[in-house]
T-cell receptor, first 114, second 113 residues
Framework: AQSVTQLGSHVSVSEGALVLLRCNYS??????LFWYVQYPNQGLQLLLK??????LVKGINGFEAEFKKSETSFHLTKPSAHMSDAAEYFC????????????FGKGTMLLVSP | ETGVTQSPTHLIKTRGQQVTLRCSSQ?????VSWYQQALGQGPQFIFQ???????GRGNFPPRFSGLQFPNYSSELNVNALELDDSALYLC????????????FGPGTRLLVL
């Protein structure tokens, strides 16, 4: 069975500082991994995904994530935070059992202060 | 290209009532998945429809049911509403049952009193 653990329900950074959101996964098959962002009162927007190939994945809005199989991690980073990055971020792993769906972590709220 | 849309945006019901939520998938997508997101939690998979058939189901009771229509739009029905059903209900569409990328709609927020 697949599962996702996101360390830290809240992360606070200053504008311009490095953003690091942590995600560890458990999967019995080669994982496909995703990061989604959710702004207040909105649905989920795909930031980036890892399926196969290059382990450093670049996404939208300057975010990137690195798949590390040995650490079962897929941490999300951004070199310089903007106020507009304040949102909730969800890490997810694809679940396959004859069909494909997503298992999500509990989310990390990113707070950005001026 | 039209994205995923959901209706209504908000809904208030009382315990024991029934509710129907609607979702229109992204153009060209034939698979719809439904998720429940309780306050402060990540989305949880309810079920998936592929070409009008239920393709998979999460750990939700039978009072959660669904339909997919020939145009691939979908409905989520919940009978005998309970207070714990209060949540944001998200619909996601994808190209087929094994497509890894799901695109989400804005959700329907349901409040059960």
């Amino acid at each position: 069975a697949q599962s996702v653990t996101q360390l830290g329900s809240h992360v606070s950074v200053s504008e311009g500082a490095l953003v690091l959101l942590r995600c560890n996964y458990s999967s019995s098959v080669p994982p496909y991994l995703f990061w989604y962002v959710q702004y207040p009162n909105q649905g989920l927007q795909l930031l980036l995904k890892y399926t196969t190939g290059a382990t450093l994945v670049k996404g939208i809005n300057g975010f990137e994530a690195e798949f590390k199989k040995s650490e079962t991690s897929f941490h999300l980073t951004k070199p310089s935070a903007h106020m507009s990055d304040a949102a909730e971020y969800f890490c997810a792993v694809r679940t396959t059992s004859g069909y494909s769906t997503l298992t999500f972590g509990k989310g990390t709220m990113l707070l950005v202060s001026p | 290209e039209t994205g995923v849309t959901q209706s209504p945006t908000h809904l208030i019901k009382t315990r024991g009532q029934q509710v129907t939520l609607r979702c229109s998938s992204q153009s060209g997508h034939n698979t719809v998945s439904w998720y429940q997101q309780a306050l402060g939690q990540g989305p949880q998979f309810i079920f998936q429809y592929y070409r009008e058939e239920e393709n998979g189901r999460g750990n939700f009771p039978p009072r959660f049911s669904g339909l997919q229509f020939p145009n691939y739009s979908s409905e989520l029905n919940v009978n005998a509403l309970e207070l714990d059903d209060s949540a944001l209900y998200l619909c996601a569409s994808s190209l087929d049952g094994l497509e890894e990328t799901q695109y989400f709609g804005p959700g329907t927020r349901l409040l059960v009193l």
